[in-house]
């Protein structure tokens, strides 16, 4: 979950699987002349869409921050508690969306822990970490070897293409955290890769407008794009306990996240 929060409007939650769709409507609009193709195009834009799908039962089922009475951020939620949610939504994709989508949704989780620094050494996150990455490291040696020995994914299998899929990945759930949280002002989000290598992307707000985002230099393949989930208004709290509080967020008004983008 995380929380888009800006000054004379209600805070929103949005679900992590409802942003990662916004990152499945990036990644299916995406590709010109400049940025390349995306390939193979269903199974990376499948991976894009549904990299949250091991948030499904806990968005079910939130958890309360003691620190602030309210749900917990995807930022804020203890790694003992994160990493097992990720490896068993990659267990999820492996079983239901196939072996590639597996892989990059692996992929996608192990970049995660580094993106947000180490836990401290000894501690039950920091432990947590260590096997998710240890088992996750051993699914994707199987699932490559796999993968490679399959003339339908041999090409998409070498090295240089899962490497170019896992930044495009990256590069949209980047995008789509900064389209949900709300831009109000400019955001750069670098080493997204293009035709001939690596590029940075910047999003800015027009007129600090987060709902019209400006994109520089523009990667999709149509001359703009609406892009658009589902939140929720945030409770006001706090809340004394997990009950409560996932009452109150049963309850709240349902609203839409948008934005259009266009060239810069």
């Known amino acids: 979950m995380l929380f888009r929060r800006l000054a004379g409007r209600p805070a929103v939650a949005v679900p992590q699987p409802a942003h990662a769709w916004i990152s499945g409507q990036l990644a299916r609009a995406w590709g010109n002349q400049r940025f390349g193709a ?31 009475g309210l749900p917990y951020s995807f930022t804020s939620l203890p790694r003992s508690v994160h990493a097992p949610l990720w490896a068993r939504g990659v267990d999820i994709a492996e079983a239901s969306l196939g072996r590639y989508v597996a892989l990059l949704i692996s992929l996608h989780g192990m970049g995660i822990y580094v993106r947000f620094g180490k836990s401290p050494p000894g501690s039950a996150d920091a432990a ?12 994707q040696e199987r699932l490559l070897a796999s993968l490679a020995a399959d003339p339908a994914w041999a090409e998409a299998s070498r090295p240089e293409a899962v490497e170019r899929n896992r930044a495009l990945v990256l590069a949209w759930d980047l995008m789509s955290l900064i389209i949900c949280h709300g831009l109000t002002d400019a955001r750069e989000v670098a080493e997204v890769p293009d035709a001939h290598g690596l590029t940075t992307v910047t999003l800015t707000a027009i007129d600090g407008d987060p ?8 990667p999709f393949s149509m001359p703009q794009l609406a892009v658009v989930c ?16 996932r009452s109150a967020l049963l309850a709240a008004p349902r609203v839409e996240v948008r934005a259009v983008l266009t060239p810069r």
């Open 128 to 139: 947590a970490v260590e096997a998710y990455n240890a088992s996750e490291s051993r699914r």
């Open 211 to 218: 709902e019209r985002i400006a994109v520089d230099p523009w």
């Open 230 to 245: 589902e939140g929720k208004v945030l409770p006001e709290g706090p809340f004394a306990d997990d009950a409560l509080m």
């Open 38 to 68: 995306v390939t193979p195009r269903e199974a990376v834009c499948l991976a894009a869409e549904q990299h949250d799908i091991g948030w499904l039962p806990w968005e079910a089922e939130p958890t309360r921050d003691p620190a602030t």
